[in-house]
């Protein structure tokens, strides 16, 4: 009997649960599945600030992908996409060619710097581990320059973008700063209100994609920290240190952040047709309009938030449609119901959504790490995770330069 030949292009929420869903129903006797993706870990991306402020290691949110699928019939690929060949049912990669009869497409995204002009070369992005390690590192340097050199003016910090990551990254950074780096600087003469932290933002609202509660809630929360907020702010122009908005306005700050938003990954692969939104057009099913054996997923197909908790549930239903197809039956419909909506508002302090219910607190802050902790794949991660959270609610975050 030949084996159903299933390649899926991504490791990231989408692909990674794809994969672990076949996996339930496929043996190795009748399917061969491939995963390829261009690094061997899978990241846990909604907890990049953390590690960007001190609050995990690095270590602490990758899971190695071969040890995800270890004893299973999930073949692991390191390695780069190139092009697809829907005609011949090919996947090309950097260094070898993959033959088809089913394709999950679930690239993930990149930062969208919306053709400003200075905005990738003068900016701290936080889109994957190398970005997080890096602003970690730019923060801890910057706080020992402004006390070698006795410039307050040095610990400025513009972030633009208020979705769910600039807000979560604002209010852990200025409580990292002020509350952690600097305690251990206290012979400097500088004080907490000496951090500058501002969020620039070209919608009405933090977080617009939350309910009116929500964004009520966390800029209530900024404010108290400290935070500036700047609203229907449009960046026209980013210089080194230096942010022009359009109405001519120009905010200074050493550390200039850019999280305004993500553009999905699939311009550098040769054969993939996409619609306005660059994401591949769907159908109810999660296949391409074009190619019924093809399916997107996550940041790469569809109009779907382009959220982790949307992957996750998309590929549940990839994987049923799949085995669907092979066992001739009917596909499963996808739909999405936002009911569940939570956001990190800093150390003990956080914000959620329930059913038409909004929530804040201490005891979301603990709802919500526990939802994430969930959502990590393996029990030694788990585990991981809540020691060094334990060990953060008696100890100071760490200030390590990791070089």
């Given amino acids: 009997m030949n084996k159903t030949k299933i390649v899926i292009v991504g490791g990231g929420f989408g692909g990674i649960y794809t994969a672990k869903n076949l996996q339930q129903y496929f043996d190795c006797d009748n399917a061969e599945i491939t995963l390829i993706n261009p690094s061997n870990y899978f990241l846990f991306t909604p907890l990049l600030h953390e590690v960007a402020t001190g609050s995990l ?3 602490s ?3 190695p992908i071969r040890e995800v699928f270890r004893g299973s019939c999930v073949n692991f690929v390191e390695d780069t996409v190139t092009e697809i060949k829907s005609e011949t049912k090919e996947v090309m990669t950097t260094h070898a060619t993959f033959s088809y009869d089913y394709l999950v497409i679930s690239a993930g995204a990149e930062t969208n710097y919306f053709g400003t002009p200075g905005a990738q070369e003068n900016t701290i992005t936080l889109k994957n581990l190398n970005d997080a390690i890096t602003l970690r590192n730019h923060l ?13 003016e040095l610990l400025s910090v513009a972030i633009v973008g208020a979705g769910a990551t600039g807000v979560e990254l604002a209010a852990e950074l200025v409580e990292y700063m002020q509350h952690t780096i600097f305690s251990y600087y206290k012979a400097s003469g500088f004080v907490e209100s000496d951090i500058k932290v501002t969020i620039i933002t070209a919608t009405p609202d933090v977080i617009s994609m939350f309910p009116q509660k929500m964004r009520d809630i966390a800029l209530a929360e900024l404010n108290r920290k400290g935070v500036q907020v700047m609203t229907n702010a449009m960046v026209t122009k980013v210089d080194p240190h230096m942010i022009t908005l359009k109405d001519g306005q120009v905010i200074n ?3 200039l952040i850019w999280v305004a938003g993500v553009t999905p990954s699939l311009s550098n692969i040769k054969g993939v047709e996409v619609g306005p939104k660059k994401r591949i057009e769907v159908n109810e099913f999660l296949q391409s309009l074009k190619n019924p054996e093809i399916f997107a997923l996550g940041d790469a197909g569809g109009t779907f938030p382009m959220l982790a908790q949307v992957a996750v549930r998309q590929a549940k239903v990839v994987a049923n449609n799949i085995k ?8 499963e419909k996808f739909s999405f ?3 569940i909506l939570l956001i ?3 150390q003990w302090y956080a914000g959620g959504h329930f059913w038409n219910i909004t929530f804040r607190g201490p005891i979301m802050w603990w709802i919500w790490r526990t939802v994430y902790l969930f959502n990590f794949i393996s029990w030694r991660k788990k585990v991981e995770i809540v020691s060094e959270w334990t060990i953060n609610l008696f100890y100071p975050r760490d200030i390590t330069l990791i070089k």
Wanted: with cysteine.
């Fill in 324 to 331: 669907a197809l092979i066992k001739k039956r009917d596909l």
């Fill in 337 to 339: 119901e936002q009911k």
């Fill in 253 to 255: 700050a050493e550390t």
């Fill in 344 to 346: 990190s508002l800093g």
């Fill in 140 to 152: 801890i340097t910057v706080c020992e320059k402004a006390v070698k050199e006795n410039k307050k």
């Fill in 61 to 63: 949110i990758v899971e």
């Fill in 57 to 59: 290691s690095p270590e």
